[in-house]
């Protein structure tokens, strides 16, 4: 629908040639395909959209065509820095290509895989909560850790402007942020671990430099039913299992390949292991979302202040 009212709205004329062509610059033409290609990766755009967002394409498409004449005038696409980026691109543009027609061959996720993976994430789904979350991170020697722990377990502190009043009289620095998260928001590798906390309570990890706590100011329970995690649960084992097809093609290859490591880097290879993790992501082909991220939808309410869990 999308490629034929854009034909429509920039083609004109008659002739297959004609309505191949939306611009010319200078001696270059600028194509229905190249706004065609453009408008494919806008999500969400509406048939009424397509005349208005075609024209907005074509636009920004004359500009980058005015500015790759002029770069090829100063002969910049000759830079050896350029004629890099140019070969990068290429090779990861092929690579993507060759993940996704691996990842073609995954099968979908059964009704069987959706509902075991539902039943054994609770947390994201059944038990599901908002949480929100204060991130204290702390300078401190390894020998004040026990009186910062004591601190917050001592129950002194009426609040956490308390503890963080503590903290200044104790002469310790330290950085703060909150914000509030969706489950599904949270790294996998941690929601477990903030899933069982209770509200007013915390968890506290060493860092290289000193602590890191993490206090549950408070949640609110917003549980998802199967039916309506089912179809973000299905695409993220379906993109698990791309990427499991990947690793196991790139490892096949790597030990059928010649593989030769040179100078310093043949003094690494052959203490290190060789990794076996695909370099290229076959869920570009399918989902922005990485294998291994959170499943369920994302709370589009939730306000976010910038806090990274570790």
Known sequence: MIAAAALVACGGGSGAKASQTAAKVNKEEITVHQINFVLQTQPNLKPEQVDGASRQVLERLIDQELAVQKAQDLKLDRDPRVVQQIETAKREIIARAYAAHVGETASKPSEQDIHKYYV???????????????????????????????????????SMQDFLEGLKNDG?????????????????????????LKDGQFIMNATPGGVVVLFLAGSQRQPYT????????????????RTELLAKDIKAMRE????????????????????TSPTVSPGAAASDSAPGAASGPADSSAPSKGLDIK
């Open 120 to 158: 054994e994430n609770p947390a994201l789904f059944a038990e599901r909560r908002i949480y929100s979350l204060q991130e204290i991170n702390i300078e401190a020697k390894p020998e004040q850790r026990e009186a910062i722990r004591d601190r917050l377990q001592g129950g002194a502190n009426k």
């Open 172 to 196: 310790l620095r330290f950085t703060g942020s909150q914000a509030v998260r969706a489950a599904e928001q949270i790294p996998l590798q941690n929601l477990d671990a903030i899933a069982r």
């Open 226 to 241: 199967e039916a309506q995690a089912r179809p973000s649960i299905e695409q993220f084992l379906l993109n698990q299992r």
């Open 256 to 275: 059928n390949a010649k593989i030769e490591y040179v100078g310093k880097f043949a003094e690494a290879a052959a203490s290190a292991p060789a990794s």
